[in-house]
């Protein structure tokens, strides 16, 4: 794990981190637009859960690219994948990540994304490609 001189942990690269590339090469969904059923899907996972916002993300190589995002007051299309909490939950392997309190943790309360959306609670399960079974996003 490494530490940003913020005082936030950066996320790492996936153990098949080449492998996972060329598989979301493969997909074709990077920059693609707007899609109602991820739009759905996003808002639904965020209502369910009672959650402010929602987000689906794609974990390219340098940066998190948004597919859909709910309950935030600005569009989003991309950041860098440092400080990405859904680069944390591809970057593990483990298929989820759960942050109960982003705010409290030493890892994260730091990270400019929990900082500026105001996150308390994280949670996140992988979107996996569907030949490799490799994590794409969260």
């Known amino acids: 794990m490494q530490w940003h001189m913020d005082g936030y942990t950066m996320a790492g690269l996936h153990p098949r ?43 390219d190589y340098n ?16 950041g860098p994948r440092g400080p990405s909490l859904c680069a944390h939950c591809v970057a593990s392997g483990a298929g989820e990540l759960i942050i109960p309190d982003a705010q409290a943790d030493e890892r994260y309360k730091n990270n400019p994304n929990v900082e500026a959306l105001n996150i308390r609670l994280y949670a996140a399960c992988t979107i996996n490609d569907p030949i490799t079974d490799l994590p794409m996003g969260s």
């Open 63 to 78: 940066r998190q690219w948004f597919k859909s995002s709910f309950g935030v007051p600005f569009q989003c299309t991309s």
């Open 17 to 59: 981190e080449v492998e996972r590339m060329e598989a979301l090469r493969n997909l074709d969904i990077l920059d693609s637009g707007e899609e109602k059923l991820f739009d759905s899907l996003c808002e639904a996972a965020a209502k369910i859960f009672q959650a402010p916002i929602g987000f689906i993300t794609i974990v």
